[in-house]
């Protein structure tokens, strides 16, 4: 993975916790999907990763979450399973 997508996918990481999303809203955790695309594992952990990284760069400056395992979307809404 090149440097550029690694910085997009963190900016997006960061962006998410700075909107209070929850970790688990890493829209790359979808692994099953992404196999199916034909992409390699080694590719997928790296840019998850680096989604992850981001959420945990900006977690460590922000307000702790109230809950940040909470599958709720910002509406307060269950997440679809």
Not at 29 to 55: K, N, P, Q, T, Y
Not at 59 to 77: K, S
Request: with cysteine.
């Amino acid at each position: 993975m090149d440097a550029k997508l690694t910085n997009k996918l963190r900016s997006e990481g960061a962006q998410a916790r700075a909107a209070g999303k929850s970790v688990f809203r890493n829209p790359l955790f979808d692994h099953e999907a992404s196999i199916a695309d034909g992409e390699a594992f080694e590719e997928w952990r790296a840019r998850a990763g680096a989604w992850l990284a981001g959420w945990q760069i900006e977690d460590a400056i922000r307000e702790p979450l109230v809950d940040p395992f909470d599958m709720r979307g910002p509406d307060g809404c269950e997440l679809p399973n």
